[in-house]
């Protein structure tokens, strides 16, 4: 494993499965009360630029139920949010701390913040990358469907950070990738390169009903990120359509699950009758963020 986790395809096959192992392990453990107090002793920073509920509160009660003590850092109150540079604030807490996990807006902070650290950084949430989530949502499909080969992904919506991701994470996995998006929306050009050696296990169109055919997870996410307040009208408009309705559902296997980062807009991206038909899937995967970056978190901290 590389020093930190920064985007998903700063993991080969191996090192995703091995990641997803101990997930499912340290569940079954948290499960049946046996203690796994890896990283007694240990640190993490949380460094917060955005809004969060699920990543703050799973990587703060990850940290905790592994024995270490986790320490949440508003960039309000930092001095990063006063100007200081990233170099510095890394080698400082560098210092003190044994891994940071960063929510902020532009990826290249991220990377910025791995370089001048010597120790591990996590990926929160980028505008380009949510990796944490995706460790998650892998760990759920393979927990409902038992496999990855064989199965179609379908993601609807926003070329996004999610999509991203998701792209790199479910065609490592072994399953076929489809997106759908509108047109001007699609995932980063790296990605679609990335995507390209996997030939038809990966499919964009801007057509939902062809990505949805088949589909045995159907997966979405906001019209508008976090940081795209100021647009939101223009994308209410642009993607009108792109939702997980009943009528999606039919098109997708009978036995399609429904996967959703959360939160959700009941009435965009999603409609409130299928969020609730399929809510055990989708706080499954909210729970499994914890299973996931805990994981994540002994690989990179324990040593
Ligand atoms: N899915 C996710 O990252 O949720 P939060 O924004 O609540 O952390
Ligand atoms: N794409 C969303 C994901 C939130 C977890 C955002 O960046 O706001």
């Known amino acids: 494993m590389q020093k930190d986790l920064l985007k998903m395809s700063d993991l080969n096959k191996d090192e995703l499965f091995s990641i997803l192992d101990l997930a499912a392990q340290l569940k079954y ?59 510095d604030t890394a080698r400082v807490l560098s210092r003190y701390l044994d891994g940071i996990m960063i929510r902020t807006y532009a990826q290249k902070e ?3 913040l791995a370089k001048y650290a010597s120790i591990p950084i996590i990926n929160g949430l980028t505008d380009y990358a949510h990796p944490c989530q995706v460790l998650a949502d892998l760990l759920t499909i393979r927990e409902y469907k038992g496999k990855f080969d064989g199965v179609k992904f379908t993601y609807i919506g926003d070329g996004n950070n999610m999509a991203n991701s998701l792209i790199v994470g479910g065609l490592l996995a072994g399953m076929d ?28 169109t801007t057509d939902i009903n062809e990505a949805a055919k088949d589909a045995d997870v159907l997966y979405t996410d906001v019209w508008a990120s976090m940081g795209m307040e100021d647009e939101i009208q223009k994308r209410q408009a642009d ?32 409609m409130a009758d299928v969020l609730e038909a399929h809510a055990n899937e989708l706080f499954d995967e909210a729970e499994n963020r914890l299973h996931a970056q805990k994981a994540v978190l002994v690989k990179l901290m324990e040593k």
């Open 239 to 270: 993607f009108k359509g792109f939702c997980i309705d009943s009528r999606l559902m039919s098109l997708a296997k009978p036995d399609a699950m429904v996967q959703h980062c959360l939160p959700a807009h009941r009435g965009e991206e999603i």
């Open 110 to 112: 991220v990377e910025d």
């Open 177 to 204: 990738v489809a997106i759908a998006t509108p047109a001007g929306y699609e995932p980063a050009a790296d990605v679609l390169e990335f995507a390209k050696a996997y030939g038809s296990k990966f499919t964009l």
């Open 29 to 87: 453990e948290n499960k049946n009360g046996i203690p796994h107090k890896r990283l007694a002793g240990k640190t993490l920073g949380m460094i917060f630029q955005k809004s969060s509920t699920r990543t703050r509160v799973s990587f703060e009660v990850g940290m905790y139920q592994l024995g270490g003590q986790p320490l949440f850092l508003s960039s309000r109150d930092l001095q990063i949010g006063r100007g200081e540079p990233i170099e």
